[in-house]
């Protein structure tokens, strides 16, 4: 009988803890937007991450932006990995494929076959999106390229880094490319819905 009442516990337990992340979630968003400028990276106090919030299908996100040429973009993989691509027009997101294909797409096919959502873009404090030109040329000059993919180490953040900085570093997980972002457009990151 004991084993039951744990299970009941536990439940409790983490709808609370649920609920604590949403409120934070909430509040910081409201934070966010009370300063007449964008947070640059040196506004951070020492304790305070680079990126403020990650993209998350658990949590509404009531902040929705239009994205514009060279937004990073990313959507949701098993609710465990994330997939980036970069916006290029209206409807068009070039991404790579898991053959290592560089191609353009739909937002929907973007998302299609994934577990996400939605689509984020990567934008400051004030919710503009942090979009370089430069790099959706880049892009847009690979597409029907075949990269060497790999799932760690040349993945598709490694390509969004390499259209945003041609001597990139290696990088392998969507918190180094999150973090890289910040820095490259000394902006704190925040991960809003895609108003397409």
């Known amino acids: 009988?004991?084993?039951?009442?744990?299970?009941?516990g536990m439940a409790t337990a983490s709808a609370f803890a649920?609920?604590?992340?949403?409120?934070?979630?909430?509040?910081?968003?409201k934070l966010r937007f009370s300063r007449y400028q964008a947070?640059?990276?040196?506004?951070?106090?020492?304790?305070?991450s680079a990126v403020a919030t990650y993209?998350?299908?658990m949590f509404s996100t009531e902040q929705r932006v239009s994205p514009k040429m060279g937004s990073i973009v990313c959507c949701g993989i098993g609710g465990v990995l994330d997939h980036t691509g970069i916006w290029v027009d209206d409807n068009t997101i070039i991404e790579v494929d898991g053959n290592g294909l560089v191609k353009p797409v739909s937002?929907?096919?973007?998302?299609?076959?994934?577990?996400?959502?939605g689509i984020f873009i990567a934008c400051d404090s004030l919710a503009v999106p942090l979009a370089s030109e430069l790099a959706a040329q880049l892009a847009i000059e690979q597409?029907?390229?075949?990269?060497d993919y790999h799932m760690v180490e040349n993945n598709c953040h490694q390509f969004i880094l390499q259209c945003l900085c041609v001597n990139a570093p290696?990088?392998?997980?969507?918190?180094?490319?999150?973090n890289y972002?910040?820095?490259?457009?000394d902006r704190v990151v925040y991960w809003d819905i895609c108003d397409c």
Do not use: C, H
């Open 1 to 8: 009988m004991p084993l039951p009442l744990l299970w009941l």
């Open 18 to 29: 649920v609920k604590g992340l949403a409120d934070d979630r909430k509040s910081q968003q």
């Open 39 to 48: 947070k640059s990276l040196a506004d951070l106090n020492p304790y305070e």
């Open 55 to 57: 993209p998350t299908d």
């Open 107 to 117: 937002p929907e096919r973007f998302t299609n076959d994934r577990t996400g959502k």
């Open 143 to 147: 597409i029907y390229q075949v990269r």
């Open 170 to 178: 290696a990088i392998t997980t969507f918190k180094a490319l999150s």
């Open 181 to 185: 972002i910040a820095k490259e457009f």
